[in-house]
């Protein structure tokens, strides 16, 4: 089945350590997204990707980084210098060009701190 | 002033009600306008997808767009208990890379 594929589920970071986030989809989609979900704050957009090794800051890109080295893989990584990681991380992919089309989530990784 | 404001809720209906979702933007480049249905620790799941102004009927669910008041609509006819969730609108310009989503209204459809 095509889809967006997050993994792990659930993931514990400890204090100083770097936790890395994986994305993967199957759905030949150029543009890849990454958002932050809080209670009460809606999606915030991390890193954005249109394609294979580019990137553009989101609005709230301090602490985290990303790579796209291939168009199926955006992982991100959450280093010691994100203070408040605790979040549902919510990743996206879509077609660009003239198709105009939406963005479709996977089903995202809930990070927490030991 | 957020570009996108969505009340949060909580919405809570009786089985078979019709629910009327709303968002309000501020930015009058923005053409494309969609609702996502999430569920508790799921990801957000596309439901509706209009282009411009005007109305979208699919099934239950119908999304209305009236740009020249910055609002777009989301009516659920003959509400479920399974449609109890979050509901997300989003928006973006014609020629925009990013996305800009409301913050959610929780919905719950008591059977």
């Known amino acids: 089945d095509g889809g967006i594929t997050q993994s792990p589920k659930y993931l514990f970071r400890k204090e100083g350590q770097n936790v890395t986030l994986s994305c993967e989809q199957n759905l030949n989609h150029d543009a890849m997204y990454w958002y932050r979900q809080d209670p009460g704050q809606g999606l915030r957009l991390i890193y954005y990707?249109?394609?294979?090794?580019?990137?553009q800051k989101g609005d709230i890109a301090e602490g985290y980084s990303v790579s796209r080295e291939k168009k199926e893989s955006f992982p991100l990584t959450v280093t010691s210098a994100q203070k408040n990681p605790t979040a549902f991380y919510l990743c996206?992919?879509?077609?660009?060009?003239?198709?105009?089309?939406?963005?479709?989530f996977g089903d995202g990784t809930r990070l927490s701190i030991l | 002033q957020k570009e996108v404001e969505q009340d949060p809720g909580p919405l809570s209906v009786p089985e078979g009600a019709i629910v009327s979702l709303n968002c309000t933007y501020s930015?009058?480049?923005?053409?494309?306008f969609m609702w996502y249905r999430q569920y508790s620790r799921k990801g957000p799941e596309l439901l509706m997808y209009?282009?411009?102004?005007g109305n979208k009927e699919d099934g239950r669910f119908t999304a209305q767009v009236d740009k020249s008041s910055k609002y777009i609509s989301l009516f659920i006819r003959d509400s479920q208990p399974s449609d109890s969730a979050t509901y997300l609108c989003?928006?973006?310009?014609?020629?925009?890379?990013?996305?800009?989503f409301g913050t959610g209204t929780s919905l719950t459809v008591i059977p």
């Open positions: 989003a928006m973006r310009t014609n020629t925009g890379n990013q996305f800009y």
């Open positions: 990707s249109q394609i294979v090794n580019d990137f």
């Open positions: 209009t282009y411009s102004s």
């Open positions: 996206a992919s879509r077609l660009t060009g003239g198709y105009n089309q939406p963005q479709h």
């Open positions: 930015n009058s480049a923005f053409q494309y």
